[in-house]
């Protein structure tokens, strides 16, 4: 049975990815998931995975090498899916030194740990063992809004605290991959939705507000480009690159669903109307007039957009859902969990693990 050990598996993609992988591969695999449930880290988002034979919880920093170096030692890992990293732009400019060491040390951390247990005394390596890391088209600045694409052979120009930690934590795995021939990938893609995201984002935080009539709020004018992912196309990319990409290589992971962020908001409330039922009260109180404009981010990237078309080439991988099934199957998900929401934006997912975990 091949395993995973999967960072970050708590989060938003992470979850996703895990969930994926279990509908997947059902009992052929077993996942263990290292997560130092910081705010975003949610267990909730993996009730339903929790009782299962091959899935396994750790609860850990990526920066604490004993801890992880105790995984590689008791684990035969065949796999690492490096999700684990603080992601929020606006936290990074508030907290830029949080960024720093999980993204660029835990990383070299959780590298080193498994360069250890997979080298062997030739400086090969075990064989299939493979190491995945998920980084973010940030990385690479910002386009001109009449044109042009992210590629894998774009030159890095981050703006953020936060882009830059990924940026170094790219540049990290690319000087490992070269350095010691570490069997590893990179995959940089857009902008992920979906279910179990944390609503600081721009989606799940719209869909929220809206439906308790707060103001819906607009960095700028609005008009900054994103390419969306739908989650589920990620996670598909990311196994298939794990198992049919060139160890070594970066592949750019893109949706074809480039929007403005003023579109996002007005696509998303046209959508709650639609789908809300005709008696439902929140009816009234999704409108556009609670769109507020306020002053723009710090260094806010006016434009993304990825070609996908290495791993199309390479591995036959392309987004199949559009931003229309995409947001309203998120909606559908809100819809059907909002307790889910309320604990989020409470704070009470935080008694989960304790609940759960404590003394076991």
């Known amino acids: 049975m091949r395993t995973y050990l999967v960072t970050g598996g708590a989060g938003f993609i992470g979850s996703n990815y ?28 993996l009730k339903d995975v929790e009782g299962r034979d091959n899935y396994t919880f750790v609860k850990a920093d990526i920066c604490d090498k004993e801890a992880v170096s105790d995984i590689f030692e008791h684990n035969d890992i065949d796999r690492v899916v490096h999700f684990a990293a603080e992601s929020h732009v606006d936290r990074s400019i508030r907290s830029p030194e949080i960024f720093i060491q999980t993204n660029v040390m835990g990383t070299a951390v959780l590298m080193n740990c498994a360069k250890k247990a997979w080298e062997l005394a030739d400086g090969r390596y075990q064989e299939d063992k493979k190491f995945l890391y998920v980084s973010t088209d940030e990385v690479y600045g910002s386009l001109d809004e009449d044109g042009g694409y992210f590629y894998e052979t774009t030159p890095y120009a981050p703006h953020s605290p936060y882009s830059a930690s990924k940026a170094a934590g790219d540049l990290l795995v690319k000087s490992y991959i070269d350095t010691y021939h570490f069997p590893a990938n990179i995959t940089n893609c857009s902008n992920n939705y979906g279910p179990y995201q944390f609503p600081e984002k721009l989606i799940p935080l719209i869909i929220n507000n809206a439906l308790h009539g707060r103001n819906l709020p607009v960095y700028g004018d609005g008009k900054n480009v994103r390419d969306w992912l739908y989650v589920d196309d990620h996670a598909k990319a990311i196994d298939m690159v794990q198992e049919q990409g060139r160890l070594g290589q970066t592949y750019n992971i893109g949706g074809h669903n480039e929007k403005q962020n003023i579109e996002i908001i007005h696509i998303i409330l046209e959508t709650l109307q639609d789908m809300l039922p005709k008696d439902d009260a929140r009816r009234n109180l999704v409108s556009k007039d609670l769109i507020t404009y306020v002053e723009d981010r710090k260094g806010h990237d006016r434009r993304y957009a990825i070609a996908p078309d290495k ?26 969990h909002e307790d889910w929401m309320a604990d989020v934006t409470s704070g009470d997912y935080q008694k989960y693990y304790e609940e759960m975990y404590k003394g076991k």
């Open 18 to 45: 895990i969930h994926y992988m279990f509908r997947k591969y059902g009992n052929g695999i077993r996942i263990i998931n290292l997560d130092a449930l910081t705010y975003a880290g949610n267990l909730q988002n």
């Open 311 to 336: 791993i199309k080439a390479e591995i036959g991988w392309e987004p199949e859902t559009m931003f229309s099934e995409g947001i309203r199957k998120t909606i559908a998900w809100y819809f059907e």
